[in-house]
C-alpha cells in the first residue's frame, strides 16, 4: 500500500508538472540578435512580437497564447538587444527582462528576498533608430518590465522625428525600466500621439535625453 501511494504521488506531481508546462505560452527569445525569419532555430525580439501578433509560431518562436483577448508575455535573458530598426508591436503585449533580484540574501530596505539588484535587460536602438512604436494599426498596449532602453534616435525620420525611445500609440506602462540618452526633435525619451495613448510609470530612471521640445515627454 505504501509503495502504491508513493507511486501514486510521483504520477500526480509528473502529470501537475507536465500540466504546467503545457499551459506555459511565455514566449521566450533565445538570441540577442535582430533577426527576422532567417535562422528557424532562434526566436529573436523582433520574431517574438511577430508571433504575438499572429498568434502563430513565427522564426523560431512560439505561438504564445491562442486568443487575441489575451495579451501575449515576451520573456528576455540577462543581456543587451541591439536593435537594426524601431519594433512596431501590433498587439497587447507585455516584455519582461531577466528578473533584477538576488535570492542569496534579503533586500537591505525590506528585508525580504529577493535582494535588489541593477537591471540586467537593455535593448539598444545604437543610436540609429527609435526602440518601440505603436502607432501603427491596432496602437496596442504595451508593458515594459525590468528593463534598459538606451541610445533610441528618431533624428533619422524627418516627418516624424518624435519619441525617440517610444512613439506610443496606445496605453503604455513601464515597471522598473530606465530610458537613458534617447533623442528626437519632439519627446527625447516618450512620445504619446494622441487621445488613444496614456502612459503609467512606475519607478524608472529617464536620464541623458535630448530633444528640442520635451526632452523626457511629448505629446
Known amino acids: 500500500m505504501k509503495n502504491y501511494k508513493k507511486g501514486f504521488l510521483t504520477l500526480v506531481i509528473l502529470s501537475t508538472m507536465s500540466l504546467m508546462a503545457a499551459e506555459d505560452k511565455t514566449i521566450y527569445v533565445t ?8 535562422n528557424p532555430d532562434k526566436c529573436s525580439l523582433r520574431e517574438a512580437l511577430h508571433a504575438a501578433a499572429i498568434h502563430k509560431a513565427y522564426g523560431g518562436c512560439s505561438a504564445g497564447q491562442i486568443y487575441s483577448t489575451v495579451p501575449n508575455v515576451i520573456q528576455l535573458e540577462a543581456g543587451e538587444y541591439k536593435l537594426n530598426k524601431e519594433l512596431r508591436p501590433n498587439s497587447d503585449v507585455s516584455i519582461v527582462g531577466k528578473e533584477p533580484g538576488d535570492y542569496s540574501r534579503p533586500d537591505v530596505l525590506t528585508n525580504q528576498f529577493p535582494a535588489a539588484t541593477p537591471i540586467k535587460t537593455t535593448i539598444s536602438g545604437q543610436g540609429n533608430s527609435r526602440i518601440f512604436n505603436t502607432i501603427y494599426e491596432n496602437k496596442p498596449g504595451l508593458v515594459l518590465n525590468d528593463l534598459i532602453l538606451k541610445d533610441g534616435s528618431s533624428l533619422g525620420d524627418s516627418n516624424y522625428s518624435v519619441g525617440g525611445a517610444i512613439y506610443a500609440g496606445g496605453a503604455l506602462t513601464l515597471n522598473n525600466v530606465n530610458i537613458l540618452n534617447s533623442k528626437a526633435k519632439v519627446g527625447g525619451a516618450i512620445y504619446l500621439n494622441d487621445v488613444t495613448s496614456s502612459l503609467n510609470i512606475n ?3 529617464i536620464d541623458g535625453n535630448s530633444a528640442d521640445q520635451g526632452s523626457v515627454l511629448g505629446m
Open 203 to 205: 519607478y524608472g530612471v
Open 31 to 38: 538570441t540577442f540578435d535582430d533577426e527576422d525569419g532567417t
